[in-house]
């Protein structure tokens, strides 16, 4: 197996091992024997657990970018067409995007939360997970092409209603409701689309 891919595959471990038993469970010791790796294997590749640590962290944001690009790119919806349908839209792309994060990478959830805890007191990887999940300036960008009256705000409150909804589905009231459903992606649709009618109601335009 070359180095980046014995790198990646220690990374998966450690992340499926957090998401599996919690953060405490993080250690060299336990990826080697997850893996079957010679004892010091995953020490060999990342020397402390701050350098794993920063792995996961590049791991999963970076991936997460990827499938949001895949999924939205970087055009901003035209302003020719009604706000309503675009609303619309939004809400249905990024639920129908929740729900395949839901059902294919639970595991970086769940361990992006519980890392976003373990660091929040470091001023470098906690702004990164904060903002890996939806982009802040990207969504300011978005309600401000929309005509939301504070797109800050708007935007601020859009990306608290994603974290609630995927934070609820893992752990929260709705951990019942299956990813990779018409129900699942219908929930998260139609959360998403209550809020961004409020959000709008007394808005022009």
Known sequence: MSTPDRRTSIVDAAIELVAAQGIRALTHRAIDTALALPAGSTSYYFRTKRALLEAMVDHITDRTRADFLAAFGDSTPSADRPREEVLNDLAEGVGAWLDRMLAHRRAHLVVRYALTIELSADPELHPRLVGSLFSHPRARELFEHLGADDPDTTAADFIAV????????????????????????????????????????NSAG
């Open 162 to 201: 994603i974290e609630g909804a995927t934070f609820d589905r893992f752990a929260g009231a709705r951990t019942h409701l299956a990813a990779g459903t018409p129900e699942s992606t219908a929930q998260l649709t139609g959360l998403l689309a209550a809020y961004l009618r409020g959000a709008f109601a």
